[in-house]
């Protein structure tokens, strides 16, 4: 008998537009000791079915339809009080932000001891006891004196642990995962990744991994569902699934997945459509005639420097005080040097916290760097002694951040936000050609000229990030600075995007600094690679050799930390199709 | 710790060190003391006589540190009208304020943080909706007005309580203050004035704590909390509701401030004998030693309380303690 039985379940939200069905008929059954994945793309109602399993959907969210059978009972007509008498001690739940998952105002200890007093008729001081051993079996140090800290105390992957440590101290037999590792570095992700299987497999615990990484799925799991728009479209043992997917949508998505075994010169989009409708095609930019082309300047070949980096060095106080011997600082970045050749897409890889994205703001120009000069061709843009940078060389670099949801004012029109830079650059003789460029670029990016009347809330993480493009492509750009530009978003299109970056390189003949913690990602996109560690940049070469000879032990780890999804050729899944 | 404290003293001396300044120039903005102390005829000897002995020929730093020492030792100077020591005078009325205040801000916090509770966690309750219809007037109406209501009610129509005065008092600490507290009479006093001056500060509390609360229900953590099978009331009294503390402290800090600084109007209403309505006189009988110190005082009230609220952020709040807030949290 399976532990947990989703009978042709279904969930609605009422909203003031009608009825999403968010989940829309799923079957799926989880062993005692068996790991399922749920995957899928956001949206697809993945978190949903996870929300509730354990009796947590939030209004307006409701059961529609079908059954949620555990252990032999049915769970999904249950009363709150009993529906709580199973949440934590039958089946635990495990967050995304392990940043976010724990009250800050109470200690690691007494939120696990609360936890362990509610199941239980355990005295505090017994449950105490328990909850350093079960720290010290996630593999936290020193935990008598740690149950005494307060969560900020702890690092993301620790954090983590201790949000393991109290979905499973009421030993419960099935474990909900969602997004358990998303918000976490590659090395600390393979941490709690292997801790989360290993604790499963010792407890016979079963377990729902919810997450829209391959990676995550095969490396963990045991079956696995792949979700679209509240389906599962197809299910099965993990391996098979990845190796030969069935259904189209499965193609399609892992597909999109970066490769990390090879260069490809576009990412294959296997656009899966339900309407099967085919994938528009995009004009390509004439230089010589459009818009964009006309440049003070034209965009010379060869292998020159179009920006070179002198010993960065970015220091930032982290104790003030009036007496110079008590100040204490930290050290971002530390004494970096490259250079960057036109046309080329140089790369910066390596952890949260290692100061890429220090080195792109230095870059850009919104810090100084403390020690060191960025220098654009042949002018020195940044640093203690810069000539105060020149408009026209700020405007020729252009940046392009992580968050497409904080990056656009919310209360700006798409078009005045892509035509700001257009007209304080006065590069429009007018504002109506101004708004005809403005229509022009929105097109270019895939989003249509009709985009200008309306607001960011109107568009999805991608079609922001479409935007930010387009707005970053607004004052004839020679160099962009694509800071994560796709780490908030599916795979899918993530594929879409750097797909357009591609093309657009291409055609304007734009110089990249591509900056990500995605090893794969790094591989399509980059000619050459840097890797940063606390700081300072341990190797340099062509991202040939970075991934097939990696010199420095540092890139070897990462490189062995790496989830691999080896997709096989898309050709042969055709024939399979066929 | 002693490094955040010591900062925020230092910040406290400075604004009382500008408070201070602003005060002593209120003697020479406001007209000649002398020509307000003497009569029509007074010859010129006479006041010049006068000018030398209250210190007026002086360089302005040798009387403004005069001025500031005195103030130090609680010495402000004689009330023009009252012709009393001015430290005299906001002694007596100390108390009648103190104890108004403080009741109508333990009212508040005692109504207005189960309310805000209440009314958070059942958004779309039927009482919770009611509740927040009441307090959207309790927020509009004017003090004054509450006040006179209040008194037409149960003075008035139902004679049950006094509308006027602090009714017997007793003296304690040695007759360094009196108080209102331990006579039937004075409990009886304190109900309606300090129900006017706790309306308006509840419902603000109360949609403070709402709004919080809101908040913080959305959170991870709570998820969580709730995911892990904990009680109901554990989830919202020992998880939720200390989260919403920091923002709730900090007005309550402030509306302690306000409340002593600006219970003028209820105290004219009620004919209470605070330092509001010695503050009224003085304005009108342009009582400038009176004017000066009071506004001190009420400046030394704000820093004070600022500064412990300061201090709750750190009992609350071990981020603080720790100077987690500069990045150094360690694996």
């Known amino acids: 008998m399976s532990l947990l039985d989703l009978r042709n379940l279904r969930i609605d939200f009422d909203t003031r537009r009608g009825t999403v069905e968010a989940v829309r008929g799923i079957d799926l059954s989880i062993a005692r000791g068996e790991i399922v994945g749920i995957v899928g793309e956001s949206g697809a109602g993945k978190s949903t079915i996870g929300n509730a399993v354990i009796g947590l959907l939030e209004p307006p969210g409701r059961i529609a339809g079908g059954e949620v059978w555990f252990d032999g009972q049915r769970i999904d007509t249950l009363s709150e009080a009993a529906m709580r008498r199973i949440r934590g001690r039958r089946i635990g739940m495990i967050f995304q932000d392990p940043m976010t998952s724990l009250n800050p105002l109470l200690t690691i200890g007494d939120q696990i001891a609360e936890t362990i007093c509610q199941h239980s008729d355990t005295s505090r001081a017994e449950a105490l006891r328990q909850a350093v051993a079960l720290l010290a079996e996630v593999g936290i140090p020193n935990p008598e004196q740690r149950m005494n800290e307060y969560p900020h105390q702890f690092s993301g992957g620790m954090r983590q642990r201790v949000v393991i440590t109290l979905a499973l101290c009421a030993n419960p037999d099935l474990v909900i995962c969602d997004e358990p590792t998303t918000a976490l570095d590659v090395s600390v992700q393979a941490q709690i990744l292997s801790l989360l299987r290993r604790l499963c497999r010792e407890r016979n615990v079963g377990a729902i991994f919810i997450t829209h990484d391959m990676g995550v799925i095969s490396e963990v799991t045991d079956r696995v569902a792949v979700m679209h728009h509240g389906l599962i479209v197809e299910t099965g043992d993990t391996q098979t699934v990845l190796a030969h997917p069935r259904h189209a949508y499965s193609q399609s998505l892992l597909s999109a997945v970066p490769r990390a075994d090879a260069r490809l010169a576009r990412f294959p989009q296997l656009d899966y459509r339900e309407d099967g409708a085919p994938p528009e095609e995009r004009q390509v930019i004439d230089l010589s005639t459009h818009w964009l082309g006309r440049r003070g300047k034209a965009v010379q070949g060869g292998d020159q420097t179009l920006l070179e980096a002198r010993n960065l060095t970015m220091r930032f106080v982290s104790h003030r005080s009036i007496i110079p011997a008590w100040r204490r600082d930290f050290t971002a970045v530390d004494d970096l040097s490259f250079d960057i050749k036109r046309g080329e897409t140089f790369g910066l890889v390596g952890e949260s916290g290692s100061g890429k994205s220090t080195v792109a703001r230095m870059i850009a120009g919104l810090y100084t760097p403390s020690v060191g000069q960025v220098v654009y061709d042949g002018q020195v843009i940044g640093g203690t002694d810069a000539q105060p940078m020149a408009a026209k060389v700020r405007q020729q670099i252009q940046m392009i951040f992580q968050d497409p949801f904080s990056s656009l004012n919310r209360r700006m029109r798409v078009g005045d936000i892509v035509a700001e830079p257009i007209l304080h650059h006065g590069l429009a003789a007018s504002r109506s050609e101004a708004q005809s460029v403005v229509a022009d670029l929105l097109d270019h990016v895939g989003l249509g000229a009709d985009a200008a009347h309306k607001y960011p809330h109107a568009f999805s993480g991608g079609q922001r990030q479409r935007i930010s493009i387009a707005r970053a492509l607004a004052t004839r750009p020679q160099f962009l600075i694509c800071d994560e530009p796709t780490s908030a978003l599916d795979v899918s299109i993530q594929a879409q995007i750097l797909n357009l970056l591609k093309d657009l390189q291409a055609e304007l003949g734009l110089t990249l600094l591509f900056i990500s913690h995605d090893l794969p990602v790094i591989r399509q996109m980059c000619d050459r690679v840097g890797v940063m560690k606390s700081g300072k940049l341990v190797e340099l070469a062509a991202a040939e050799d970075i991934f097939e000879a990696p010199k420095h032990p540092y890139t070897t780890e990462l490189l062995s930390l790496m989830p691999r999804v080896t997709a096989p050729d898309a050709s042969e899944w055709a024939a399979v199709k066929g | ?331």
């Open chain 2, 1 to 331: 710790m002693i490094r955040y404290i010591s900062g925020r003293l230092a910040q406290s001396f400075i604004v009382m060190f500008v408070v201070a300044a602003v005060a002593f120039a209120l003697f020479d903005f406001v007209g000649d003391p002398v020509r307000q102390m003497v009569t029509e005829d007074a010859s010129q000897a006479e006041i010049e006589r006068l000018r030398e002995m209250m210190g007026l020929n002086d360089s302005v730093a040798v009387q403004f540190w005069r001025y500031v020492s005195g103030a130090v030792q609680g010495d402000f100077g004689v009330s023009y009208f009252h012709k009393r020591p001015v430290g005299v005078l906001l002694q007596e009325r100390m108390p009648a304020t103190f104890e108004l205040a403080g009741t109508s801000v333990l009212l508040s916090i005692l109504l207005g943080i189960p309310l805000g509770v209440y009314t958070g966690l059942h958004r779309n309750g039927r009482i919770a909706r009611g509740l927040m219809a009441v307090s959207l007037v309790g927020i509009s109406i004017p003090t004054f007005l509450i006040g006179i209501m209040l008194i037409y009610l149960f003075s008035v129509v139902l004679g049950w309580l006094p509308s006027f005065g602090r009714g017997e008092t007793t003296e304690v600490f040695g007759g360094a203050w009196t108080t209102g507290f331990l006579t039937t009479s004075g409990l009886r006093a304190l109900i309606l004035p300090s129900i006017t001056l706790a309306l308006f500060q509840t419902t603000m509390v109360m949609r403070l704590v709402r709004a919080e609360m809101l908040d913080v229900m959305r959170t991870d953590y709570i998820k969580f909390a709730r995911a892990r099978g904990l009680r109901d009331r554990v989830v919202h009294f020992r998880h939720a509701l200390k989260n919403t503390l920091m923002p709730v402290v900090t007005v309550i800090g402030l509306q302690l401030g306000a409340v002593i600084a600006f219970a003028i109007i209820t105290e004219s209403v009620f004919q209470w004998p605070g330092m509001g309505r010695l503050f009224l006189q003085a304005i009108q009988q342009v009582d400038i030693p009176v004017m000066s110190a009071y506004l001190i005082m009420i400046a030394f009230f704000f820093v004070v309380i600022n500064l412990i609220t300061d201090l709750t952020y750190y009992a609350i709040d071990p981020r603080l303690r720790s100077g987690a807030l500069k990045g150094n949290a360690h694996a």
